[in-house]
């Protein structure tokens, strides 16, 4: 489940229940699993994901703040924005 994480975050398609449903286990179980492994649930895994790659993005590049959204997997800018802030306390703009 990891490794389909990671080959998928970018893309804003990417379903994480489809991930977990390749897996041959229970979803439930799986989650456990995960989360035992790494400290974080799979939604969690894969929003960490995400946000590093958008705080690259924003740091080193001239792209809009909706460009990095769409390139990190968010369809809603606004979203991207919100969840941006929760996790570093700064918005995307800010972190230019």
Request: proline share 6%; hydrophobic share 35%.
């Amino acid at each position: 489940l990891r490794q389909r994480i990671a080959e998928g975050y970018t893309d804003p398609d990417f379903s994480l229940r489809d991930a977990m449903a390749e897996v041959p286990l229970n979803p439930d179980h799986l989650r456990r699993l995960f989360t035992r492994q790494l400290g974080q649930t799979p939604h969690e895994y894969l929003t960490s994901l995400r946000l590093d790659k958008a705080k690259l993005l924003l740091a080193h590049g001239q792209n809009s703040v909706g460009d990095v959204a769409y390139r990190c997997g968010f369809y809603d800018q606004l979203y991207f924005s919100k969840v941006f802030r929760k996790a570093n306390g700064v918005p995307p703009s800010g972190w230019k």
